[in-house]
């Protein structure tokens, strides 16, 4: 630490027989064997040390002289006292973590060993052995979104307006349930862009998504009680309904989304689903009008709970968005999930929660008790972003920017693709789906596809690591939103050299 080295927290015992500097000598010479004090580190001066161990300097000294002849220490004129560059012995080796394979299929063979050696608790295994995509790295086809596309000139300007003199009520935070300008910006919002049947004091903010399926799972259920997510599915959903302690029964989607009814069969004492109606994760379908039907009267029936994930509606590129699965529910079975990191930048890490008005008082309380409330510094920033219409300008210039991105996409596909994956266009989104083509010579192996991709430079995520059980498709994911016409073309040249290449 600049001017007074390193803090040392020794326990010394004073009524023992050994001399104070002998246990002081001890103790420091094992922090530096231990690398608790690191080589090249400065130690505190003589009369700090004293003063802080409650010692005298003497006996300070003593010991540090013992430490400097035999070689632990050295003395830099006029600079104190530093920890040797080379120690004369070594501590005992430390053994070496096993290393996590990128993706969840060997994470998951791995889970054994790994609980071996660390004593991970079940849950711990199932957590480690989530696969989640990676952030973007710049090279096609990483997912996200286009950070550089972002008004962060309007966002700084509107920083500094809150920021320069911030009033009592931003500094302290009283609200759990988030900035209140906020929660109204959010609630006028969702109540004209997507249907969503709400006041601002249903709205809770939280730090994303997870948080916010987190929360309502340890409000609405118990430890080891059952719920529903999509197969395939998103991996921070698996993590956040684990987390909570609870079983996940995986329920097959298909060209009309989530199977309620297979999912039942599955899982006849399931207590909440968790589905994302308007473009499911990862295969894009949204679901028909009568499974959304079928699923609200399922919670109806079953007095369960929906936790509907709306986490890209905004990127809707044919039509208005779709009305989201809450305005239909007139039970008020529907938690409504939403999330501000994929339509404006994802360290942002802000989401909220739409909960029936009965419930949010028992929201609010559990909110107070594991989180107290959301980070402050960007709430009362974005509430001013939306209401000076920043937001809405900021979704119709990515629409119009992604759209064309992904037509790029498929114009690569169809000129350097075309046989070896088949790609199709997607109403939605921030990436499309690569499905095995016809011209491949052997069934895909998506895994080692993209591990091979990532090695040219390509980024892509093979589709059966959203799977928890055994894959029962094969594809790769390729986002395109974070990445220029040329870079997706350019892309999609490597890729097809890639799969040509591939034993």
């Known amino acids: 630490m600049p001017g007074g080295g390193n803090l040392v927290a020794l326990d010394l015992d004073r009524d023992g027989k050994g001399p104070l500097y002998r246990q002081l000598y001890a103790g420091l010479r094992q922090m530096i064997l231990d690398g608790r004090l690191a080589a090249g580190s400065r130690l505190p001066a003589n009369r700090v040390l004293a003063q802080d161990m409650s010692l005298s300097r003497n006996t300070v000294a003593t010991a540090l002289q013992q430490l400097l002849a035999e070689g632990y220490v050295e003395t830099r004129q006029g600079d104190g006292t530093y920890v040797a560059a080379e120690l004369p012995d070594t501590g005992p080796e430390r053994p070496r973590p096993p290393r996590f394979l990128h993706h969840g299929h060997d994470a998951a063979r791995q889970q054994d060993d790994v609980a071996r050696h ?18 973007s790295n710049g090279a096609a086809f990483s997912p996200g979104p286009d950070i550089s596309a972002f008004p962060f000139d309007i966002w700084a300007r509107l920083l500094t307006r ?101 999912g039942e069969a599955r899982a006849p004492l399931a207590r909440m689903v968790c589905v994302a109606p308007s473009h499911q994760h990862p295969l894009g379908v949204v679901m028909s009008l009568r499974r959304r039907i079928a699923l609200i009267e399922w919670a109806r029936r079953r007095q369960a709970w929906i936790l509907e994930d709306d986490y890209d509606s905004e990127y809707r590129y044919a039509g208005r968005p779709l009305a989201a ?27 909220y929660l739409v909960v029936p008005p009965d419930l949010v008082d028992a929201f609010i309380s559990a909110r107070r008790v594991l989180d107290d409330h959301a980070a402050m510094l960007a709430q009362p920033v974005l509430a001013s972003f939306i209401d000076d219409g920043h937001f809405a300008a900021h979704v119709r210039r990515m629409r119009r920017l992604y759209g064309a991105r992904q037509d790029a996409l498929l114009a690569g596909a169809k000129q350097h693709l075309d046989g070896l994956l088949d790609i199709q266009a997607d109403e939605a989104g921030m990436h499309l789906i690569a499905w095995p083509g016809p011209a491949l010579k052997q069934p895909m192996d998506d895994i080692r596809v993209s591990r091979a991709a990532n090695g040219d430079g390509v980024m892509t995520m093979p589709l059966s690591t959203s799977f928890v059980g055994k894959p029962m498709r094969q594809g790769l994911m390729l986002g395109y939103a974070a990445h220029d016409e040329d870079a997706i073309m350019a892309g999609a040249k490597r890729l097809s050299e890639t799969i040509a290449a591939a034993p």
């Open 118 to 135: 660390y004593g991970l608790s079940r849950r711990g295994r199932d957590l480690a052995a989530i696969s989640r995509p990676t952030a």
């Open 162 to 262: 809150f920021w320069r003199r911030p009033g009592r009520e931003l500094a302290i935070s009283l609200d759990p349930g988030g900035y209140p300008p906020l929660k109204s910006a959010i609630a006028a919002y969702l109540g004209a862009m997507r249907g969503v049947r709400c006041d601002p004091g249903q709205i809770i903010v939280v730090s994303g998504a997870q948080q916010a399926i987190n929360l309502a799972s340890q409000v609405l259920l118990d430890h080891g009680d059952q719920a529903m997510m999509e197969e395939p599915g998103y991996g921070g959903i698996r993590g956040a309904l684990t987390a909570a302690g609870l079983r996940i029964a995986l329920t097959p989607v298909d060209e009309e989304g989530l199977d309620i009814a297979a």
């Open 325 to 351: 699965l809450q305005g239909l529910d007139p039970t008020g079975r529907v938690i409504y999930v939403g999330s501000f990191s994929k339509v404006l930048f994802p360290s942002l890490r802000l989401g």
